[in-house]
């Protein structure tokens, strides 16, 4: 990645979005947040940060935080168990929506990069108790992914496994185009995926790919590069049901 770009993270203020940020900055970007609370955002990072107030629900916030970066990760999303589906909405698919609409109308030549979930395209027992606690978010995540593939930005979408809060680093991360159901043992940390967001942000192989980011039951912590190397752009890549073994 090229030294002193300016990233703008939507959601940093939560768990994996934060630990993006922190990532970014330690590797001498320039970091600007956006953020409902501006004092608590400052908070978090001790003014290493540009601090832009806004919120992905309110359009005409926009255009400050998305003007002259030159990448946008977004993984804001609606925390709360139970969630009523209107704030879902409106966080996990409109938010995309404004921004997305922010972005084309102030140039932004950079990559889009969106968080996901593995069950977005595949169902399971636990994808449809999400979805009937947490205001069918899954299927506001999927539309809020076919929106970006169509806007023409240029996107890396990450299904992330079930996030644990486990230290990052200690074990073999499997990145594949397999479309994961949402099962229990599809777990990644935090720290991990974290660490993949900022890994993919400008590796050529992950532009405009959709794929999935899961702890490999078996093997060895590999390099990203390597990771990545067999990734195609959506339309080319194979996107099979991974199998139940």
Excluded: C
């Amino acid at each position: 990645m090229q030294a002193r770009e300016r990233v703008l993270v939507i959601g940093a203020t939560g768990g994996t979005g934060r630990l993006i940020a922190q990532r970014l900055v330690d590797e001498r970007n320039e970091v600007r947040v956006l953020a409902r609370s501006s004092a608590r955002a400052r908070g978090l990072f001790d003014g290493r940060v540009e601090v832009v107030k806004g919120d992905v629900t309110q359009p005409e916030t926009l255009a400050a935080a998305v003007a002259e970066v030159d990448h946008i990760i977004y993984t804001a999303g609606v925390t709360k168990r139970p969630a009523r589906e209107a704030i879902v909405k409106a966080t996990e698919f409109d938010g995309v929506l404004n921004t997305i609409a922010a972005a084309r109308a102030t140039g932004f030549t950079g990559r889009f990069l969106l968080m996901g979930a593995i069950g977005t395209t595949r169902g399971s027992i636990l994808s449809f108790l999400l979805n009937l606690i947490k205001g069918n978010t899954l299927r506001w995540r999927r539309r809020a992914e076919e929106a970006l593939r169509k806007s023409g930005l240029e996107y890396t979408i990450i299904h992330a496994g079930i996030l644990t809060d486990a230290p990052g680093g200690q074990r073999a991360v499997e990145i594949g185009q397999a479309n994961y159901p949402m099962r229990l043992r599809y777990r990644i940390s935090r720290a991990d995926a974290a660490e993949l967001f900022v890994r993919a942000l400008r590796h050529p192989n992950t532009r405009n790919t959709t794929f999935d980011a899961v702890w490999a039951r078996n093997g060895h912590v590999r390099e990203w590069g390597e990771l990545f190397r067999d990734l195609r752009p959506d339309g080319e890549a194979s996107r099979e049901p991974a199998r139940a073994s």
